[in-house]
């Protein structure tokens, strides 16, 4: 038997356990179930939620206001994820002031991450009521709406606006606008204030020449709200704005829309439309929407992401109007850029209106930098008319077998004719078979490769030995077939590989400028060209003399020609054409710019060349060169090459001038080409494409 004082202590021991007891068996904390909402919320394991809400809130939102509505706000959120932490549980209160034991709140710190507006962050208070019997009580969450967002009442919205940017220019280094903004009308319809949906249409479709079918797809494509306001049509006419004003269902409002003012290098700059799915999944980014006015062509398309500018977002919560509550965060639009070309708006007009409707083009390069002041191709379009999508019109110009959207100074490929030959010199000095001083015969037929393959002059008489100026001047074929028998027996390989130095067979690699490969024949290629034709699998002496004189199967731009002209005006550097020459806001700051760039070095010495350039000059200078005439009185010494190649339309041809000017101090490298033309008594292609350049040169240097 214990001792009285020993049972006394087992008595309060027993007691105070059964109080720790009692104390355990308590009520649980609210704690668990924030914590288990949060980390719901964080998967986005919705069903978890769901089961954590009491009844009461459960029929007060229902299924759709919870399962289906939060994944909608964070749609609309663009969220990517979030963190949710929560925070001590606070108890509430009785009306007398003492702690209510079955309500707490819970501070949750929220951060949602999206995709348009970036990361931010709200507090929101969970609100915990204890339920259930003593023995079974449960904490569970009295949700409402502001337990997403704090300010995100019953009936309030979570809306994300996209904040409008602005496009870039293209300009001229002068500032010249090529690319630029007017004042004009997108006319659209709010398809709650239709009336008559056949009127509508009916009026509609006759006002802006648009058919009804296509109007009412525009509007129904996909679901809108009543008062939306749905872009059909932008138009220019002021009067034809106010016509459109009272039609039921129509409304107009201002918009600015892209011009090309000048009209000037329009394949070049190409020209804007409305983006597709496609183009919006590309430039997502930049917050892209189909429906949006993106470049489609030309520079317009190239330099997209520069000159496009960033659309921003602006997420808020809205009363059921859209009259703002909150903004919860907002990243802000980014202007577009605009571009400045290295185009002289003088040269571009007077190459364009030196060729006329002529097919052809002309480019005119700085030979010290590589700079394009002159791209034209002919014949040319309006770009406004896919502004205001003339669908006529537009098909007019698709139709035409002119083909004027057709750049044919990047993607026109033409056999280069006799302006080749200063490539063969080139290389059959470079390779020692001949010297500037040699003469080498010239006979109205050449049959170097043997009397079975007989090759003929352009002119009818035998010439005799000449030298190389005079083989330049007079462009004899015969002169250049020998050179080039000679350079083959060196080497199949010796002239194909002079031409590629020079910048032939390859894109110039000029930015923003989509352009054609052009094609330097060689005995590799044409083995793999023609791997299943034996009888022209091998490299031929045919070949060898046909690209001896720029025929055969070469073919080059007249870009690259324009490059070609610049290497033998400045002793052989083949430059990196530059079109773009930065980027600028319009506050007129450089952003970027693009600077001047060797490709590679032709395989000729200066020496050489000058020789080869000397023989230019006679073209033009010497009574017997073959584009004396067209230059006559012209007060800047020119040095140049005409060219005529066959093309498989009889009695036309491709004629070329190519060239520099002035012949001591280039300024100027350039080229023009006519497509197609046709000769006769008294017509000579290269001629005319020389009197053409004739007026772009005039325009450069002020003369006549």
């Known amino acids: 038997m214990l001792p009285v004082t020993s049972r006394a202590l087992a008595v309060l021991f027993t007691v105070a356990s059964v109080a720790g007891a009692c104390q355990e068996a308590g009520p649980p904390a609210p704690e668990p179930v924030a914590r288990a909402y949060a980390e719901a919320w964080q998967k986005g394991d919705l069903r978890a939620m769901w089961d954590l809400l009491t009844p009461e809130s459960r029929e007060r939102v229902g299924e759709d206001g919870f399962i289906a509505r939060l994944p909608r706000i964070a749609e609309e959120m663009s969220l990517r994820s979030l963190e949710a932490k929560p925070g001590p549980a606070i108890r509430g209160k009785l009306p007398n002031g003492s702690l209510d034991p079955a309500r707490a709140t819970a501070p949750v710190a929220v951060t949602f991450k999206t995709d348009r507006v970036g990361d931010f962050s709200r507090e929101v208070s969970l609100r915990l009521v204890l339920q259930g019997a003593k023995d079974e009580a449960r904490w569970r969450i009295d949700w409402t709406p502001e337990a997403v967002l704090p300010q995100l009442t019953p009936g309030r919205l979570v809306r994300m606006t996209r904040l409008p940017t602005s496009r870039g220019r293209i300009v001229t280094r002068d500032g010249t606008e090529l690319a630029t903004f007017i004042d004009a009308a997108a006319v659209g319809v709010v398809p709650g204030q239709i009336k008559s949906e056949a009127g ?93 006015v993106i470049g489609k062509t030309g520079l317009e398309a190239s330099l997209e992401e520069a000159i496009g500018g960033t659309f921003g977002w602006r997420l808020s919560i809205v009363e059921p109007n859209e009259s703002p509550v909150e903004m919860l965060a907002e990243r802000l639009p980014v202007p577009g850029l605009d571009a400045v070309l290295a185009l002289d708006p003088a040269l571009q007009r007077a190459a364009e209106a030196a060729l006329g409707d002529a097919r052809g083009a002309i480019v005119a390069e700085d030979p010290w930098t590589g700079e394009i002041h002159a791209l034209a191709s002919r014949p040319s379009f309006d770009p406004n008319l896919y502004v205001r999508q003339d669908a006529a019109a537009i098909a007019r110009v698709n139709a035409d077998p002119a083909k004027p959207v057709f750049n044919r100074a990047t993607h026109g490929q033409y056999a280069t004719g006799s302006t080749f030959k200063m490539v063969t010199a080139a290389a059959g000095l470079r390779q020692g078979l001949f010297k500037a001083g040699d003469r080498i015969d010239c006979p109205a037929r050449w049959t170097g490769f043997g009397p079975q393959w007989v090759q003929l002059n352009h002119e009818t008489g035998d010439l005799g030995p000449i030298d190389l ?72 002496p045919g070949d060898a003399s046909n690209l ?99 093309t498989s339309v009889a009695g036309r041809v491709n004629a070329w001038f190519v060239g520099f000017a002035p012949f001591d101090g280039p300024k100027i490298a350039f080229v023009g080409v006519l497509e197609e033309f046709a000769e006769g008594p008294g017509r000579f292609g290269s001629q005319d494409a020389a009197v053409a350049v004739r007026k772009v040169l005039a325009a450069r240097f002020g003369t006549p």
């Open 200 to 292: 509508m249409l009916a009026s509609l479709s006759v006002a802006i020449a648009m058919p009804a079918a296509e109007i009412k797809a525009k509007y129904t494509a996909s679901w809108v709200r009543p008062d939306s306001f749905v872009p059909i049509k932008t138009v220019l006419d002021p009067a034809l704005r106010d016509r459109l004003a009272l039609i039921e269902g129509v409304q107009t409002r201002p918009q600015r829309v892209r011009s090309y003012p000048t009209g000037l290098a329009v394949q070049t700059i190409g020209y804007v439309g409305e983006a597709g799915e496609e183009d919006a999944r590309k430039g997502a980014a930049r917050g892209v929407l189909p429906g949006d």
């Open 548 to 646: 001896a004189i720029g025929q055969g199967f070469l073919l080059a731009t007249p870009l690259q020609m324009s490059n070609y002209a610049a290497a033998l005006a400045n002793d052989g550097i083949v430059w990196k054409p530059r079109l773009v020459i930065a980027l600028q806001d319009r506050a007129g700051a450089v952003k970027k710019t693009f600077d001047k760039a060797e490709l590679g070095r032709a395989q000729a010495v200066a020496t050489e060349l000058s020789f080869i350039r000397d023989g230019m000059r006679a073209v033009v200078a010497d009574p017997d060169g073959t584009v004396y005439f067209p230059f006559q009185g012209f007060p800047v010494a020119v040095a140049g090459k005409s060219g005529t190649a066959e």
């Open 469 to 540: 100026r005079t083989a330049l001047a007079r462009s004899c074929n015969t002169f250049f077939y020998e050179l080039g028998k000679r350079l083959d027996q060196k080497g199949q390989d010796v002239l194909p590989n002079a031409a590629q130095s020079f910048g032939f067979g390859k894109a110039t690699d000029i930015e923003f400028v989509f352009e054609a490969d052009g094609l330097v024949p060689s005995p590799a290629w044409k083995a793999q060209r023609f791997a299943n034709d034996p009888g022209q699998r091998g490299w031929s």
